[in-house]
């Protein structure tokens, strides 16, 4: 399979505990994004990464959320001191510049769904 | 910023009909505008995409149409089968970091 893989798929975690996300990106994707998803809701915009720069953060990342691309490959996303608000589908797309389309074409991955008990 | 509104919230056909699904967006800038399918459990798979320079596109059963002037764009899917019976979202984009989702429109198709 070589799309987007995201781990775990599920999480579920006790109030005040941190944890963390990886996500795979397609192979040579140079883009990679974040978005948050809750039930009954699109898709929200988090953080978008071009090769190891994160070049975006959106309001909705509070300093509680950390991202990283150490080597413009895979990616991990960091919740510390969860709360139950954070609970919801966490999901990785990832795309490519180099297609010359303008816009890129996102490919999402199946997601972590966390749940903050 | 870029907000997208969709319409219905839930859809109801009878197999082989057909599907038409309504977005509008606000930005007269926004110049990308995929639709994606979700399926129970599983991310969004991108079933069809459409650029401003572009009026209409089809893929086999699926076509997507815009009007900037409206700033409204729909999905249609005909010969509806069970199978795609799924959320769908649709979506509009100016820039790489900038994508504002639908809220989503519930497809079921009865057998």
């Known amino acids: 399979d070589t799309g987007v893989s995201q781990n775990p798929r599920h999480k579920i975690t006790k109030r005040g505990q941190n944890v963390t996300f990886r996500c795979d990106p397609i192979?040579?994707?140079?883009?990679l994004y974040w978005y948050r998803q809750t039930l009954g809701q699109g898709p929200e915009f988090l953080t978008y990464?071009?090769?190891?720069?994160?070049?975006?953060k959106s309001r909705l990342l509070s300093d509680r959320f950390s991202a990283e691309r150490p080597k413009g490959s895979f990616s991990t996303l960091e919740i510390q001191r969860t709360e139950q608000g954070d609970s919801a589908m966490y999901l990785c797309a990832s795309s490519s510049s180099r297609t010359g389309a303008g816009t890129d074409t996102q490919y999402f991955g199946p997601g972590t769904r966390l749940t903050v008990l | 910023g870029e907000n997208v509104e969709q319409h219905p919230s839930t859809l109801s056909v009878q197999e082989g009909d057909s599907a038409v699904i309504k977005c509008t967006y606000s930005d007269s800038a926004s110049n990308y505008f995929p639709w994606y399918k979700q399926e129970l459990g599983k991310g969004p798979q991108l079933i069809i995409d459409?650029?401003?320079?572009?009026g209409e596109k089809k893929d086999q059963r699926i076509a997507v149409t815009l009007n900037k002037t409206a700033k409204h764009f729909s999905l249609h899917i005909t010969e509806t089968q069970p199978e795609d019976s799924a959320v769908y979202f649709c979506?509009?984009?100016?820039?790489?970091?900038?994508?504002?989702f639908g809220a989503g429109t519930r497809l079921t198709v009865k057998p």
């Open positions: 192979s040579e994707h140079n883009r």
């Open positions: 990464f071009q090769n190891e720069a994160q070049l975006e």
């Open positions: 459409i650029r401003s320079n572009v």
């Open positions: 979506a509009a984009s100016k820039g790489i970091d900038d994508m504002r």
